[in-house]
């Protein structure tokens, strides 16, 4: 899925400059070196208790980095994955009595 923030010219969040640098990869300096280069991603774990099937969900992150200022922002390649399974984590943990009893 395409970033549709390297298609827009959204100016700086710091200090409002155009001169932006989009689609940069940030990468795991320690996976770098053990197992060649790795992305950075994020990832939501639907089942944090399970022993086999934690149902992970990740998605890439790109970087844009203000030329002027050196501020960076970070975006999710697919944020609207991310979002489908944090749905189904919030669905599920409201029919768990258990949970209900925590947040009580």
């Known amino acids: 899925m395409q970033n ?4 827009n010219n959204t ?3 710091k200090c409002k400059s155009k ?8 990468i795991d300096q320690i996976a770098k070196q ?3 280069q790795s992305k950075f991603k994020i990832q939501l774990i639907g089942d944090p208790d399970a ?10 992150v ?4 203000c030329a002027d200022c050196g501020f ?7 944020p609207a994955l991310i979002k489908e399974a944090y749905d189904r984590v919030l669905k599920k ?6 949970a209900r009893s925590k947040h009580s």
């Open 11 to 13: 100016p700086c969040l």
């Open 62 to 65: 790109n970087a844009f980095l």
């Open 93 to 98: 943990v409201s029919k768990t009595p258990k």
């Open 34 to 36: 053990n197992l060649g």
């Open 72 to 78: 960076i922002e970070l975006y999710a390649d697919d």
């Open 19 to 26: 001169n932006i640098i989009p689609d940069l990869q940030l």
């Open 51 to 60: 022993v086999f099937n934690k149902e992970i969900t990740s998605s890439k």
């Open 4 to 7: 549709l923030k390297s298609t």
